[in-house]
Every structure is written in C-alpha cells, then in structure tokens.
Nanobody
Framework: QVQIVESGGGLVQYGGSLRLSCAVSGIVFDDIYYMGWYRQAPGKQRELVAALTSGAPNHYGDFVRGRFTISRDNSESTVYLWMDSLKLEDTAAYYC???????????WGQGTQVTVSS
C-alpha cells in the first residue's frame, strides 16, 4: 500500500524558515521519476511550488524567487522542501505528489499546513 506522509508544517513568523518532509512508502523509491510539492490556500486553486523530475532541472513556481529548494534523499525515501524568507502569502496547505513511470496522476499525501504570521 502506497503511503505519502507530509510533515514539518506549522506556524512561523514572516521571514522565517521551515523544512517540509514527504516520506514515501509502498513504492520503490528509485522508480519515482517525479516528485512535486504543491500548495493550496483557502479559496485558491492548487499550484505547483517545486518539482523534481529525473533527468531534468528542478522546477519552481514563479513566486518562489529563489527562496525554496526541493531535494530528495533516496536513503530515507523522502523528498524535502526547504523554505526560507517566508511571506504571509506562503500560508497554505502543502501537498506532496509522487509519480512512477506510467502513472501520470501519481499519489498524493494528506497535506501539511504552513501558516506565516506577521
């Protein structure tokens, strides 16, 4: 059974930092070719934050502007999102999506809430 579990969210002050984790189980981690972080704020559509695709450069949403970094740790079967210089508008639920080849929809986690306060 595939499990995607996000963690690391919380309340942080403007300008602060957080590290989100996405732990993956039930999939051979090396078979994952795409790992993405998305976010959804109340009343808004879900949007891509950062994506890591095998054989391609990491991709970030325009709003990231060098503040976030996505990385994967194969030994821990985990993908991370390092977030610095957080802004109020970064407040959202953050979701992890992982995809194996031949599965364009992939698997989603339950999300982790990030709230940035002034």
């Amino acid at each position: 059974q595939v499990q995607i579990v996000e963690s690391g969210g919380g309340l942080v002050q403007y300008g602060g930092s957080l590290r989100l984790s996405c732990a993956v189980s039930g999939i051979v981690f090396d078979d994952i070719y795409y790992m993405g972080w998305y976010r959804q704020a109340p009343g808004k559509q879900r949007e891509l934050v950062a994506a890591l695709t095998s054989g391609a450069p990491n991709h970030y949403g325009d709003f990231v502007r060098g503040r976030f970094t996505i990385s994967r740790d194969n030994s821990e079967s985990t993908v991370y999102l390092w977030m610095d210089s957080l802004k109020l508008e970064d407040t959202a639920a953050y979701y992890c999506n992982v995809r194996e080849r031949g599965d364009p929809q992939g698997h989603w986690g339950q999300g982790t809430q990030v709230t940035v306060s002034s």
